[in-house]
């Protein structure tokens, strides 16, 4: 019991020990489909789910975090979902985060009943990373692949836009 | 609008729909039988599923040395071989990866793993990476069971809790092996989990 109060106490911590980065921990995929449901209709969410043991991962949040800088904003919104085991967060995801200023919101969902979720993020994903989601209204996309570049992961965001009719962002610069 | 271009765009949609609605044929779904395989064990021998005469069915497991999740895995995949091969279900190991990529999966790094972890079943090496697309695995851990006649009958997730075994509520495998010992189908034949990807020289 005193170690679910440390525990408790610990992720409470959390958030100061990493300044200026927004950091949440869900046990619970019901609180990740809320984060979903907050981002407005008109905005293009864009969810990656990644791993720090996930090495093609760790390769394309450097793209992550360039998008969001050109991007994010009413047009687009970045949320880095980690899949880090939650037992070993002070020895790995928080590290991690310390290391690598990640710019977009970073989400360790610790939901262990994978079957269960899975398919509410996308019918077809098998579970995979990296794996990232593009929501925009009631439109979704999947790519299951790592983003071999930046250029890929923006055309490939552009692309859904073009395809459901929408417009694309425009940059904050470059 | 009920123009002809309509209708043939709409009888072209519902033959999409159609035609995209069947199995994948480019890999097994369950209910499809499997061909044997022929792979390099750790022990230097090369291992079939007909050598195992007297087997029932088999626990395959695409696995490898690497991976986190496939480590969280492995005691429990050494328990499922001590649980169910003297029941006529024994685990038959593949790893799946590239070692260019990943150089902690080469056969070499296979055998000391095998050697330090004691594996009580076979570990295979599929070097030229021709087995798993047939199986359709694509990440590590991926577990299958077979029937005596190499039918699928399950594919996916050992149980439904990586991290913490103590939590597990769904063991999949174990339950899709008890079903087939009772000559039952298995209730829940496919399941979805987070694991690596298999690692593969992009073409």
Same mark, same amino acid.
């Given at each position: 019991?005193?170690?679910?109060?440390?525990?408790?106490?610990?992720?409470?911590?959390?958030?100061?020990?990493?300044?200026?980065?927004?950091?949440?921990?869900?046990?619970?995929?019901?609180?990740?489909?809320?984060?979903? @449901?907050?981002?407005?209709?008109?905005?293009? +969410?864009?969810?990656?789910?990644?791993?720090?043991?996930?090495?093609?991962?760790?390769?394309?949040?450097?793209?992550?975090?360039?998008?969001? *800088?050109?991007?994010?904003?009413?047009?687009?919104?970045? $949320?880095?979902?980690?899949?880090?085991?939650? !037992?070993?967060? &002070?020895?790995?995801?928080?590290?991690? +985060?310390?290391?690598?200023? =990640?710019?977009?919101?970073?989400?360790?969902?610790?939901?262990?009943?994978?079957?269960?979720? %899975?398919? =509410?993020?996308?019918? &077809?994903?098998?579970?995979?990373?990296?794996?990232?989601?593009?929501?925009?209204?009631?439109?979704?996309?999947?790519?299951?692949?790592?983003?071999?570049?930046?250029?890929?992961?923006?055309?490939?965001?552009?692309?859904?836009?073009?395809?459901?009719?929408?417009?694309?962002?425009?940059?904050?610069?470059? | 609008?009920?123009?002809?271009?309509?209708?043939? /765009?709409?009888?072209?949609?519902?033959? +999409?729909?159609?035609? !995209?609605?069947?199995?994948?044929?480019?890999?097994?779904?369950?209910?499809? @039988?499997?061909?044997?395989?022929? =792979? @390099?064990?750790?022990?230097?021998?090369?291992?079939?599923?007909?050598?195992?005469?007297?087997?029932?069915?088999?626990?395959?497991?695409?696995?490898?040395? #690497?991976?986190?999740?496939?480590?969280?895995?492995?005691?429990?995949? %050494?328990?499922? #071989?001590?649980?169910?091969?003297? +029941?006529?279900?024994?685990?038959?190991?593949?790893?799946?990866? &590239?070692? *260019?990529?990943?150089?902690?999966?080469?056969?070499?790094?296979? $055998?000391?793993?095998?050697?330090?972890?004691?594996?009580?079943?076979?570990?295979?090496? &599929?070097?030229?990476?021709?087995?798993?697309?047939?199986?359709?695995?694509?990440?590590?851990? #991926?577990?299958? /069971?077979?029937? @005596?006649?190499?039918?699928?009958?399950?594919?996916?997730?050992?149980?439904?809790?990586?991290?913490?075994?103590?939590?597990?509520?769904?063991?999949?495998?174990?339950?899709?092996?008890?079903? =087939?010992?009772?000559?039952?189908?298995?209730?829940?034949?496919?399941?979805?989990?987070?694991?690596?990807? %298999?690692?593969?020289?992009?073409?």
């Amino acid at each position: 019991m005193r170690n679910f109060y440390f525990i408790g106490l610990f992720t409470l911590l959390i958030p100061c020990l990493l300044s200026g980065q927004s950091f949440k921990v869900f046990d619970n995929f019901s609180e990740l489909e809320e984060r979903i @449901k907050q981002t407005k209709s008109t905005t293009t +969410l864009v969810i990656n789910f990644w791993a720090t043991w996930c090495s093609p991962c760790v390769k394309e949040l450097p793209y992550f975090n360039e998008l969001h *800088r050109k991007y994010a904003g009413p047009d687009v919104e970045v $949320v880095l979902v980690s899949l880090d085991m939650k !037992s070993r967060l &002070d020895k790995t995801l928080i590290p991690f +985060l310390k290391k690598n200023k =990640l710019k977009p919101e970073v989400i360790l969902l610790s939901d262990q009943d994978a079957d269960a979720w %899975i398919p =509410l993020i996308y019918e &077809d994903w098998e579970g995979t990373i990296p794996a990232t989601v593009l929501v925009h209204g009631g439109q979704r996309e999947l790519f299951q692949e790592q983003f071999e570049s930046y250029a890929e992961l923006e055309t490939y965001i552009f692309n859904f836009l073009k395809k459901i009719g929408k417009p694309i962002p425009v940059s904050k610069g470059s | 609008m009920k123009s002809p271009v309509r209708m043939l /765009v709409l009888l072209a949609s519902a033959f +999409l729909l159609f035609s !995209s609605s069947g199995d994948d044929p480019s890999h097994y779904v369950v209910g499809d @039988k499997a061909a044997d395989i022929s =792979l @390099k064990n750790v022990d230097g021998r090369t291992v079939s599923f007909s050598d195992y005469t007297d087997a029932k069915g088999f626990i395959l497991v695409f696995t490898c040395n #690497h991976c986190p999740y496939a480590q969280l895995y492995e005691q429990r995949i %050494i328990e499922l #071989h001590r649980k169910y091969s003297a +029941l006529g279900f024994p685990v038959v190991a593949i790893n799946p990866n &590239d070692p *260019r990529i990943v150089p902690e999966d080469s056969f070499e790094e296979m $055998v000391k793993r095998a050697k330090t972890k004691r594996y009580p079943f076979a570990y295979l090496f &599929d070097s030229n990476q021709a087995v798993y697309p047939l199986f359709g695995a694509n990440r590590t851990p #991926h577990a299958y /069971v077979l029937d @005596k006649n190499l039918v699928v009958r399950y594919i996916g997730a050992i149980d439904d809790n990586a991290e913490t075994p103590a939590a597990v509520n769904r063991k999949y495998v174990e339950s899709a092996v008890d079903a =087939l010992l009772r000559g039952e189908r298995p209730e829940i034949d496919f399941t979805r989990a987070i694991g690596c990807t %298999i690692k593969r020289k992009r073409k």
